[in-house]
Protein backbone atom coordinates (compact mmCIF):
# COMPACT_ATOMS: atom_id res chain seq x y z
CA UNK A 1 0.00 0.00 0.00
CA UNK A 2 1.65 3.66 -0.83
CA UNK A 3 0.82 6.80 0.46
CA UNK A 4 -2.44 8.65 -0.39
CA UNK A 5 -0.38 11.70 -1.35
CA UNK A 6 2.71 9.93 -2.78
CA UNK A 7 2.36 7.13 -4.86
CA UNK A 8 5.83 6.06 -4.63
CA UNK A 9 6.34 6.21 -0.67
CA UNK A 10 4.75 3.29 1.09
CA UNK A 11 2.15 3.80 3.57
CA UNK A 12 2.96 3.61 7.48
CA UNK A 13 -0.31 4.37 9.24
CA UNK A 14 -3.93 4.59 8.51
CA UNK A 15 -5.94 8.09 9.06
CA UNK A 16 -8.31 7.28 11.88
CA UNK A 17 -11.10 9.56 10.23
CA UNK A 18 -10.64 9.10 6.69
CA UNK A 19 -9.16 6.04 6.31
CA UNK A 20 -6.47 6.72 3.89
CA UNK A 21 -3.39 5.28 3.60
CA UNK A 22 -0.04 7.85 4.56
CA UNK A 23 3.80 8.09 4.58
CA UNK A 24 5.36 9.25 7.24
CA UNK A 25 5.63 12.76 6.25
CA UNK A 26 2.22 12.72 5.96
CA UNK A 27 0.88 11.27 8.77
CA UNK A 28 0.28 13.22 12.06
CA UNK A 29 0.65 11.54 15.83
CA UNK A 30 -2.09 13.07 17.58
CA UNK A 31 -4.44 11.83 20.76
CA UNK A 32 -3.77 8.15 20.93
CA UNK A 33 -4.45 8.22 17.38
CA UNK A 34 -3.08 8.68 13.65
CA UNK A 35 -4.24 11.60 11.76
CA UNK A 36 -3.54 13.73 8.35
CA UNK A 37 -1.32 16.14 9.10
CA UNK A 38 -3.13 19.12 8.39
CA UNK A 39 -6.58 17.90 7.69
CA UNK A 40 -7.92 15.17 10.20
CA UNK A 41 -5.99 16.07 12.99
CA UNK A 42 -8.49 18.04 15.18
CA UNK A 43 -11.43 15.46 13.93
CA UNK A 44 -9.05 12.77 15.41
CA UNK A 45 -8.21 14.33 18.58
CA UNK A 46 -12.15 15.33 19.01
CA UNK A 47 -13.32 11.59 18.02
CA UNK A 48 -10.43 9.68 21.00
CA UNK A 49 -11.85 12.51 23.18
CA UNK A 50 -15.53 12.00 22.96
CA UNK A 51 -14.46 7.75 23.21
CA UNK A 52 -12.37 8.47 25.99
CA UNK A 53 -15.30 10.29 27.97
CA UNK A 54 -17.75 7.56 26.76
CA UNK A 55 -15.50 5.09 28.47
CA UNK A 56 -14.81 6.46 31.81
CA UNK A 57 -19.04 7.41 31.56
CA UNK A 58 -19.80 3.59 31.35
CA UNK A 59 -17.12 2.55 34.01
CA UNK A 60 -18.67 5.61 36.40
CA UNK A 61 -22.08 4.09 36.09
CA UNK A 62 -20.58 0.56 37.25
CA UNK A 63 -19.64 1.86 39.97
CA UNK A 64 -23.29 3.93 41.30
CA UNK A 65 -24.80 0.71 40.44
CA UNK A 66 -22.64 -1.15 42.53
CA UNK A 67 -22.71 1.59 45.59
CA UNK A 68 -26.37 1.70 44.59
CA UNK A 69 -26.44 -2.48 45.43
CA UNK A 70 -24.74 -1.99 48.28
CA UNK A 71 -26.89 0.24 49.55
CA UNK A 72 -30.25 -1.54 49.07
CA UNK A 73 -28.97 -4.30 50.61
CA UNK A 74 -27.69 -2.83 53.62
CA UNK A 75 -31.80 -0.69 53.68
CA UNK A 76 -33.20 -4.63 53.83
CA UNK A 77 -31.16 -5.83 56.61
CA UNK A 78 -32.54 -2.53 58.40
CA UNK A 79 -35.74 -3.61 57.26
CA UNK A 80 -35.05 -6.95 58.71
CA UNK A 81 -33.95 -5.17 61.89
CA UNK A 82 -36.76 -3.07 61.99
CA UNK A 83 -39.11 -6.55 61.68
CA UNK A 84 -37.94 -7.86 64.61
CA UNK A 85 -38.74 -4.60 66.61
CA UNK A 86 -42.29 -4.04 65.00
CA UNK A 87 -42.56 -8.08 65.36
CA UNK A 88 -42.31 -7.77 69.55
CA UNK A 89 -43.39 -3.98 69.67
CA UNK A 90 -47.11 -4.07 67.39
CA UNK A 91 -47.52 -7.86 67.21
CA UNK A 92 -47.24 -9.74 63.83
CA UNK A 93 -48.70 -7.46 61.17
CA UNK A 94 -46.44 -5.22 61.35
CA UNK A 95 -43.29 -7.39 61.65
CA UNK A 96 -44.52 -9.48 58.28
CA UNK A 97 -44.91 -6.27 56.60
CA UNK A 98 -41.32 -4.77 57.17
CA UNK A 99 -40.23 -8.23 56.58
CA UNK A 100 -41.42 -8.93 53.28
CA UNK A 101 -40.23 -5.46 52.37
CA UNK A 102 -36.61 -6.43 53.84
CA UNK A 103 -36.88 -9.51 52.12
CA UNK A 104 -37.61 -8.34 48.72
CA UNK A 105 -34.85 -5.63 48.35
CA UNK A 106 -32.05 -8.11 49.14
CA UNK A 107 -33.83 -11.06 46.72
CA UNK A 108 -34.00 -7.82 44.03
CA UNK A 109 -30.01 -7.53 44.67
CA UNK A 110 -29.44 -11.42 44.42
CA UNK A 111 -31.52 -11.82 41.53
CA UNK A 112 -29.72 -8.85 39.62
CA UNK A 113 -26.38 -10.16 40.46
CA UNK A 114 -28.01 -13.40 39.09
CA UNK A 115 -28.70 -11.48 35.69
CA UNK A 116 -25.36 -10.24 35.77
CA UNK A 117 -23.85 -13.72 36.32
CA UNK A 118 -25.48 -14.85 32.90
CA UNK A 119 -25.16 -11.66 31.05
CA UNK A 120 -21.95 -10.14 32.06
CA UNK A 121 -22.57 -7.80 28.65
CA UNK A 122 -25.63 -6.50 29.67
CA UNK A 123 -24.33 -4.58 32.74
ZN1 LIG B 1 -7.60 11.93 7.25
ZN1 LIG C 1 2.67 11.05 1.83
Same mark, same amino acid.
Given at each position: ?H???? %????A?G? !? %????K ?9 ? #????? !??DS?E?RV ?6 M???A ?6 K?QM?? @????E??IG ?6 A #? #?? @? ?14 ? @? ?9 ? %???AR @?????
Open positions: MCFNH %QDTPVI !C %QSCGALCMECLAQV #YNGLA !CKCDILMNRIDANQMVTATAKA @FEILFFMVFFAL #Y #YA @FKIMGWPAGLVLGVTG @FLAIFHVIFRQ %QKK @FPDLE
